[in-house]
């Protein structure tokens, strides 16, 4: 209760209190209390008092403040090619004058079959091994080592097609959906060492600090610039954009739609720590492990809670609170223990009552469910055999979803 109280009066404060000077909170902190200690007891009072407010906490002790929106967008199509069952397109965007080109691969029903909705979301690998089509083009941004065919960190031609089992838009397209997917590597290179992709082109625009953007929040701010370029493109205009992203992609996923209201559903596939795990959470990955090896992921703030989580003013249910009332499927896999499959379904009952309070449903499951059993209501959770990979299984259940939860849905 003590601490509590000086959480609220330090939060109170503004400027924010450096992360020595919070109180440790080792039960997760409630979303429904404002950091003045009011209860959120209306819709309203969640909207426009405690929903920005968490919002800036995850910017300000976490992901760090992303770029702002330059633009105007500008997206040309590079590549085009039509079959009776799909029809693909590759769009070089622009996200500002002169920005660097970020390709977009988008993969519709053929024309004339308006897509019910589409699936926006980072890959890991490049475009060109998304589908076998010869015309994708092939990254020339720097690749992680030895994964699809990539050599000396270039990817190569014999990488194309090889993540047609991950990504599976034969599959996507055929039950009515998109999927638009880019590189994150064009975003920004996701190693520790040196800052490309568009991160030179924002910093020359605009300030950058350690307590600025990481990774995470940058490729999230794609993801909303991808969300544009679809909004602007007669194809994709009327299609509502859903986040979907695996891991680290999934944090990224989970986040972009936190802070970006068009998102009208999330897939954040086993993205555990500093996404859908609680950052308290005994189990698999720790705060202090991931911004060890990942540095670069989220703003400096953050390490200062590496040897603390518990002094974190909130904890990833706050995050899945920022998407309501709009549904999110928690996906994971039995032998992913490094991504505390246990603790996130946690953090779906933790944000429950803002779903509730929203009259929006919630997580209806109260307790995890069996191996391959989608749960119920607007924060779902499923859970498979096997091992921490993106796979048909994984989008056969988030169709699924997307089916159950689209507006005039069955
Ligand atoms: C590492 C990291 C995870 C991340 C994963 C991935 O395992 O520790 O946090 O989710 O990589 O992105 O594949």
Known sequence: MKALLT???????????????????????????????????????????????????????????????????????????????????????????????????????????????????????????????????????????????????????????????????PMIVEKGYGLATFYGGEVDPDRGEERGGLQPWLRARESHSPDRWGTIALYAWAMSRMADALAQDPATAKAPPLAVGHSRMGKTALLAAAMDERFAMSFPLQAGCGGTAPSRGKIGESVKQINDRFPHWFNSRFKEFNERPEKLPFDQHHLVSLAAPRPVLFANAVEDSWANPAGQFEVLRAADPVYRLLGAGGCDAREMPALGALTAGTLGYWIRPGKHEMKTDDWRVFLEFADRHLPGAR
């Open 7 to 169: 959480l609220l009066l330090t939060l109170g404060a503004d400027p924010l209190p450096e992360p020595a000077k919070l109180p440790a909170l080792a039960d997760w902190p409630d979303p429904l209390t404002a950091l003045d200690g009011t209860k959120i007891t209306t819709p309203e009072a969640w909207k426009t008092k405690r929903r920005p407010e968490i919002a800036r906490l995850f910017d300000h002790y976490m992901y760090g403040a992303m770029p702002k929106a330059h633009g105007p967008i500008v997206a040309k199509v590079r590549h085009e090619s039509k079959t009776s069952a799909m029809w693909v397109r590759e769009l070089d965007v622009a996200v500002g004058p002169d920005a660097p080109v970020v390709r977009l691969l988008v993969v519709l029903p053929p024309p004339g079959r308006a897509p019910k909705a589409v699936f926006v979301g980072p890959n890991f690998n490049g475009n060109h091994v998304v589908l076998p089509d010869p015309g994708i083009a092939i990254t020339k941004a720097w690749v992680y080592p030895d994964r699809m065919n990539s050599k000396n960190n270039q990817a190569t031609e014999e990488g194309r097609g090889k993540g047609l089992a991950q990504w599976n838009a």
